[in-house]
C-alpha cells in the first residue's frame, strides 16, 4: 500500500512515462573473481636485477604490475577492433562463454525457478615490471592470468549474453620493494577481475520505467543432467530478476542520546543509506554507541548491518512525514546479530530507535527513540508500480 503527501520530496528514479526500443535485460550480475599466479624470475633476469642493486644510486628497485586497460562500462558492446595497426605490445584481455549452456532449477525466494548455467573464461595479459629509483626499466616480461567461473542465470534462448570486463587490478602481497641481493626467484601476485555481465534481446516497448540496479551473484546451481531444452519464446524471471522495488528510501547521518527507556544510557551516531535508487542493493547501515556509564565496564560497541529483508521494509505515513522500517542480520564486534531499525523524518527532525537482538532471541540492545541532536536523515517516498491507476477496459 502507498502512502502520499504532498509535501514529501520524490526521490529520483521514480517512474515516468517511456516511449523506447530496447535491449531488454532479462539478467544482470556483476562480481569480481580474484586469481593468485606465481612470477618466476628468469636466470637472464636475476642477472639484470642484481647487477642494477650493486649500484647504490639505483636502491631500491620496485616491482610493478601493468594489467591492460579496460573500456568504460558503458555502452556495453564497447569492444576493441581488431585491425592490423594497433601495437603489438598492447595487452589483451577476454570474456567468453566456454560449451553451451544448460538448464537447471536452483531455489530462491522460496521457491523454485528455471534458470540456465553458462562458464565463462576470463583471461588477461600483465606486464610485470622492474624499475630503479629514477624509474628506469631494469628488466620486464608479459605473463597471462586466467580463471574459469560458472554462472547461474536467466539465459533463455533467443537471448544474448554479454561479459564485460570492467576493471582488472594485481596486487603483489609480499611487497614490491627489492633492496638486498639476492635477488628473489619468484613471487605471488593476485589478479581481480571486475565482471558485468547481463543477458539480453531486442524488443520495443511502451513502458512506465525506471533504472535498474544490479543484482547480488547469489545463486548456487546443484549437479543436473543434460536436458533438452525446449522451443519458446524467451521467458521473463520475475523471481530472479527485477528485485522488488522500495516503497521509499533513507539516507543522511546522525547523533544523539538514547531515549528514557533505553537498555543502555549514552549517544548513538546511525549512518543511513537504505534503498539508494528505490533498490535495496548496495544498501548500508552503521551505528555506533558511546556508553555514558563506564563504572561497570564499557559497553560501547560499532554495528555494521549485512543483510536487508525485503519482506520486512515498510514505509509508513506519521502525523508530520514519513516513517522507515528494516530489518536484518549484523555484526557487533565480530558477532553476528538481528536487527529492527526505523526512522522517521518529520517536520520536527530526525527521530530513529535500534533494536540489536542475540540468537536466542534476547534483546542486546534498544537505543528506545533517539532525538537527533546533530546531523539528519531523509525519507524520501519512491514511485512503485503499486502507485500507477491501471485503466481497466
Same mark, same amino acid.
Given at each position: 500500500m502507498s502512502h502520499k503527501k504532498h509535501k514529501i520530496p520524490k526521490a529520483q528514479n521514480s517512474l515516468q512515462d517511456e516511449c523506447i526500443r530496447v535491449q531488454k535485460v532479462y539478467d544482470w550480475v556483476t562480481d569480481a573473481l580474484t586469481v593468485r599466479k606465481t612470477?618466476?624470475?628468469?636466470?637472464? $633476469?636475476?642477472?639484470?636485477?642484481?647487477?642494477?642493486?650493486?649500484?647504490?644510486?639505483?636502491?631500491? +628497485?620496485?616491482?610493478?604490475c601493468e594489467p591492460p586497460e579496460t573500456p568504460?562500462?558503458?555502452? +556495453? =558492446? =564497447?569492444?576493441?577492433?581488431?585491425?592490423?595497426?594497433?601495437?603489438?605490445?598492447?595487452?589483451e584481455f577476454i570474456c567468453e562463454q566456454v560449451g553451451e549452456k544448460r538448464d537447471v532449477t536452483v531455489s530462491t525466494n522460496g521457491g523454485f525457478v528455471d534458470a540456465q548455467l553458462v562458464e565463462l573464461l576470463i583471461s588477461t595479459d600483465l606486464r610485470i615490471l622492474v624499475v630503479d629509483r629514477h624509474g628506469c626499466i631494469v628488466t620486464k616480461s608479459n605473463i597471462n592470468a586466467s580463471v574459469f567461473e560458472s554462472f547461474v542465470l536467466c539465459y533463455p534462448d533467443g537471448t544474448d549474453l554479454f561479459c564485460k570486463v570492467s576493471k582488472i587490478f594485481c596486487r603483489i602481497p609480499s611487497g614490491t620493494v627489492l633492496l638486498n641481493s639476492p635477488a628473489p626467484e619468484s613471487f605471488?601476485?593476485?589478479?581481480?577481475?571486475? @565482471?558485468?555481465?547481463?543477458?539480453?534481446?531486442?524488443?520495443? @516497448?511502451?513502458? @512506465?520505467?525506471?533504472?535498474?540496479?544490479?543484482?547480488? =551473484?547469489? !545463486?548456487?546451481?546443484? *549437479?543436473?543432467?543434460?536436458?533438452?531444452?525446449?522451443v519458446e519464446f524467451p521467458p521473463q524471471c520475475p523471481d530472479i530478476f527485477p528485485r522488488p522495488n522500495c516503497d521509499c528510501a533513507a539516507e543522511g547521518e546522525a547523533s544523539g542520546e538514547t531515549g528514557e527507556d533505553a537498555t543502555h544510557s549514552g549517544e548513538l551516531a546511525v549512518l543511513v543509506n537504505i534503498c539508494p535508487d528505490c533498490s535495496l542493493v548496495d544498501s548500508e547501515l552503521r551505528a555506533s554507541f558511546r556508553d555514558e556509564d563506564n563504572s561497570d565496564g564499557s559497553d560501547s560497541f560499532d554495528f555494521t548491518a549485512t543483510t536487508f529483508d525485503q519482506?520486512?521494509?515498510?514505509?509508513?505515513?506519521?502525523?508530520?512525514? +514519513?516513517? !522507515?522500517?528494516?530489518?536484518?542480520?549484523?555484526?557487533? *564486534?565480530?558477532?553476528?546479530?538481528?536487527? =529492527?531499525?526505523?526512522?522517521?523524518?518529520?517536520?520536527?527532525?530526525? $527521530?530513529? $530507535? @535500534?533494536?540489536?537482538? *542475540?540468537?536466542?532471541?534476547?534483546? +542486546?540492545?534498544?537505543?528506545?527513540?533517539?532525538?537527533?541532536?546533530?546531523?539528519?536523515?531523509?525519507?524520501?517516498?519512491?514511485?512503485?508500480?503499486?502507485?500507477?491507476?491501471?485503466?481497466?477496459?
Open positions: 612470477v618466476l624470475f628468469t636466470r637472464e $633476469q636475476i642477472c639484470e636485477i642484481e647487477e642494477a642493486m650493486e649500484d647504490p644510486s639505483r636502491r631500491p +628497485l620496485r616491482i610493478i568504460p562500462i558503458f555502452p +556495453l =558492446n =564497447n569492444r576493441r577492433s581488431h585491425d592490423h595497426d594497433h601495437d603489438d605490445d598492447r595487452l605471488d601476485i593476485e589478479i581481480t577481475f571486475c @565482471l558485468d555481465i547481463q543477458v539480453e534481446a531486442e524488443v520495443k @516497448l511502451e513502458v @512506465l520505467a525506471k533504472f535498474c540496479s544490479p543484482r547480488d =551473484n547469489d !545463486l548456487i546451481a546443484p *549437479d543436473v543432467v543434460d536436458q533438452c531444452p525446449k519482506d520486512t521494509l515498510c514505509c509508513e505515513k506519521t502525523k508530520d512525514g +514519513l516513517k !522507515l522500517i528494516i530489518s536484518g542480520e549484523g555484526k557487533v *564486534d565480530g558477532r553476528t546479530v538481528d536487527y =529492527n531499525f526505523a526512522v522517521v523524518d518529520g517536520d520536527s527532525g530526525t $527521530q530513529y $530507535q @535500534l533494536q540489536l537482538i *542475540d540468537r536466542r532471541g534476547r534483546t +542486546l540492545f534498544d537505543s528506545d527513540v533517539v532525538e537527533a541532536e546533530e546531523g539528519e536523515v531523509k525519507v524520501e517516498d519512491c514511485v512503485t508500480f503499486d502507485d500507477i491507476k491501471m485503466k481497466r477496459v
